[in-house]
Each structure stands twice: as C-alpha cells, then as structure tokens.
C-alpha cells in the first residue's frame, strides 16, 4: 500500500521534476565519472610530452580519448562502429582493437587478451586505459594537474614532437614555447614549427644558400628553448634558437638546397611552421632571388587560418572531378544499383556541363576501372585545382534516409553519421595503404588537411549543398567532418559528396534516372560557378600569393 502511494505522488509530479530525479538515481548508479580535462604527461624515448585530453576515471583507473591524444602527438586514432574496431598507430607500432572479441592485436600477430573497462565506447569517443597504451607503445604515462575548464582544441599536423611542448606561461610575454619538427619521406619535405604561448609573432624569413632565419619581434625563448636540435635527415641538419640584437633568432641549417613554404597559424594553439621541400628548383631560388644580406622585409602577422603557398599554386580554371569507387570496387550495392555506375555517369554529365561554361574538367577516371588513392592524388595535385570533387551514393540501415551531404576533410567527426560514412569510404583505402607496405596510411592525417583552407572547403561545401538542393529538392542533411583519406592529400580545397541514399528505394530510382541526374549536374555546376566567384575563394589565393 505504501508502496502504491509513493507511485501515485511520483506520477503526479510534472515531467521535468521526474526527469531530474530519473537522472540523478542513474548518474549515482553510474561508478564512471568523465568531461574532466587533465595534462597527460608521456615519456617516449626518453623526452616528455605534455597534452591536454578528456578523461574518464573510476577509482584508480584512468582512461583517455585517444582521438584527442594521438593526432596530436604524430601518431593515427581510428573508430569504425560498424566493424567495432580501434586502430591506433605510433611509429611502427601499429594495435587493432577488436571491441566484440576483447582482445587487441598488434601488426605482428600478437594477441593481447583486454581486461573489463579497459576500452570503453561514450558517445562514439573512445576511451583507453593509460596502462593499455603503457603496455602497447612502451609510453611512460602520468597524469598531471586538471584543467579547469575544457577548451575548444585546433588540430595540429601530424608530427611527431622531438622536443617537448611546453605548457603556455601566466606571463604577459609571449614565449616561443617549444619547437618540434617532422619527416614527411613520402612527400620530400621536412616541417620544423615553432609554438607560440600567444599570438604568432611579427617576424621575418631570410634564406641564404645552406640556412634560413627567422626573426620573432617582441618574443622570448621559453625555458629549455635553445639547445641545438639534430635532424639530420639528408635535408635539414639542425635547428638553433638563440637571441641577437633583442629578437629572438630561428636558425635552419640545410643540408641541401630546399624551397621553403612558410605558413601561420593562430587560434588555441598559435604557431609558424617551415616545410623545407625537395624540388629542382630549389638551388636557384634560395641562391638566387634571396641574397643573405638582403634589406629585411618585415611581414604583418597574417590570419589565423591563413597558409602562405607559391603564387601560381592554385588554377583557377580547372576543377578534378573524382567518380567513387569503380573497378574492382562496387562501393554500395542496393536496390539493384551500383555506386561506382550511377556516380561514374554523374561525373561524366558534370564534366561536360562544366567544360560548356568555359572550366578545364579532369576526371580521376572515365570508365569502370579503380585508380589507387596515389593515382587520385596524381590528378588531384598535378592539375592544381580550385575545387576537388569526389562524388558519392550514400546507404544506411533505415530504408528511409534520404538526402545529401558533403563532408569537408579533418582530423575530428563531427555531424550525424560521419564516423560510419568514414568507415565505409576509407575501407578499401585502408586495404590499399596497409598492403603496400610503405606507410602510406600515415597520409590519413598528414598535412594535406594543412595545406588547404578550411575557410574555403567549407564554402565548397555550402554552396555545393545549396545548389543541389534546390535544383533536386533533396533533404539537406548538412556539410559534416571527417578524416575521409581521399581527401587527406588533396592540397586544395577538397569535398566528398554524399548526392543520395541508394539503401532509399525511391531516391536509388531518383539517382540513376538520365532526367534527375541532369538536374543534380546542373545543382553542383551552381555551386562550382557560385564558388568561383566567392570572396572566400578569393582570400585563400591572395593569402597563397604572398
């Protein structure tokens, strides 16, 4: 009777009152505590690192998301919820988590056996236990003070920290904080960047035949900042930071002639980076057209999202267009249709539409073949252009999506979907990079995320969506992230479109009509001419130009 009469008083309460107190009874239930921010400190071979990531702890046991750690320490962090796996590399150290069978297995074929709790799923982040990556990677992990309150986090390149970053200082000076550099082999270039406590610096670049400088205005070396840092990678032999004349002095030692690509970055995480690049080209031009004693131009701190590119870097007549799959690869297969034959004559009807108006159209491929991602990328880069397509049918296990979306490169998910969209498109990419033996999938995360403007794939793909939808009528499902690896090495302002569901019965039937097909070309040439035009588009050639 009791019993029944506190069940009835319960039930009277309104929704909100029972709500709270429901949350309250399973937060107590619940033994996990997460949403802190804590320093992670980690020592690998011999120097230490210190990074900022999410934490979720329960008694002595402390877990950390590895999406936020590994990026940005130079290493890769991937989650397919689909194939309920974990992927992290480090160097050459390489673990798939299998989350159903709880046990890891390294790249040569050991099989580690996961305790409970000691990889756990919340809200798609994954959380690892510190002494699963101890046992894993051989790391030394501490876990330091708690941030007070989280903060947004800017992706860094994926390099690999030779010195450690320090944290930023309370002070009103602004230290050059910590310097670190990277070996891109695949791509010939050496990325030496200073990080900033504040703001970049003014500053300016001199070059001379085996060294380059920067001077940083109003800018002190932070401590430990200073000790000579050995590359020697057969294009760069050292870094040194020293004092001269009240500036603070990066000196570059070159162990070849390079061209070097200046580039700043503002935001959480300020920096300037140098890529030192191979190219035949370089002996003149650092011999030739910049003298050491040379009068100093002093340059204006540039944007935040601004990077400094050669000024004949983008074409601004050309556009490649990338048909998904094909070949050997089907991509979805539903409703009797398949993606690489309905997205292969799409991109065939845009180039046409495109060429009519006056654009230089490439295509990564024509017929039912299969490029390799490095055959993609040859065309992607090699024609230079203003706007990189790769055209996409979506799937999904509810019959009933439908719609377009277009996703921009990055390190981070973000938007409904994106981890599975992910997961599907990378799948035979991952096959490819993982057999050829070279390393390749490091691309996942390398630069090429860098070397574009965000500003202005992201414009792409607003206006992209916008003419599609109003020429089609299709749902907007909206513009999303991810670390999609066709477009990680696209040096431009790179798209994957999603045009439609083919797991839709209707919308498959829609997509592989000769008559809806025109009207999608006729959405996505809007969104090229629009984007054409655009003052984002605008602003990244300018900054490319200086």
Known sequence: MIKKKAWLLFKKQPLWIVLFWLSLFFLLLNPWA????????????????????????????????????????????????????????????????????????????????????????????????????????????????????????????????????????????????????????????????????????????????????????????????????????????????????????????????????????????????????????????????????????????????????????????VVVIDPGHGGKDPGCVQNGYREKDIVLAISLKLKKVLEEKGFQVYLTRDTDVYPTLSERMQVANTRRPFAFLSIHCNAAPVPSARGVEIFVGDTYYRGEGAQEVAARENQIFQLETNLDGNGKWDKMFSSGFYLKSREAAAELARLLLGGITRKTGQLDRGIKTAPLIVLSDVLFPACLMEVGFLSNPAEAKNLASPTFQDRLVQGIAEGIVAFRNSSKLKQYVSGNGQ
């Open 34 to 317: 997460w949403g802190a921010k804590v320093q992670l400190e980690i020592k690998i071979d011999g120097e230490t690192l210190l990074q900022e990531v999410s934490l979720l702890s329960r008694g002595t046991q402390s877990l950390v998301a590895v999406e936020e750690l590994f990026p940005e320490i130079g290493g890769i962090s991937y989650y397919s919820p689909i194939m309920k796996k974990v992927r992290l590399v480090y160097k050459d150290a390489s673990w798939t988590i299998a989350l159903d069978k709880g046990e890891a297995v390294s790249e040569s074929g050991e099989v580690l056996k996961l305790e409970p709790n000691q990889v756990v799923v919340v809200d798609h982040t994954v959380y690892v236990d510190t002494t699963l990556l101890e046992q894993f990677f051989g790391w030394q992990v501490g876990l330091q003070a708690q941030v007070e309150a989280p903060s947004s986090v800017t992706p860094s390149p994926p390099e690999v920290p030779k010195t450690s970053s320090l944290p930023q200082t309370a002070s009103s000076q602004n230290l050059l904080a910590g310097v670190r550099f990277y070996t891109h082999r695949d791509q010939g270039k050496t990325r030496v960047t200073l990080d900033f406590s504040k703001e970049p610096p003014l500053h300016e670049m001199r070059q001379a035949e085996s060294q380059v400088f920067l001077y940083l205005d109003n800018c002190a070396p932070g401590p430990g900042v200073g000790e000579l840092i050995r590359i020697e990678d057969g294009r760069v032999r050292d870094v040194r930071v020293y004092e001269e004349a009240g500036k603070t002095v990066v000196r570059v030692s070159l162990e070849r002639p390079v061209k070097v690509v200046k580039g700043v970055l503002g935001g959480n995480k300020p920096r300037i980076f140098l890529d030192l690049v191979d190219s035949v080209e370089a002996e003149t031009s650092v011999s030739e057209n910049i003298k050491p004693e040379a009068e100093p131009r002093v340059e204006e701190k540039a944007p935040a999202t601004e990077i400094l590119l050669p000024e004949d870097f983008v074409n601004l007549d």
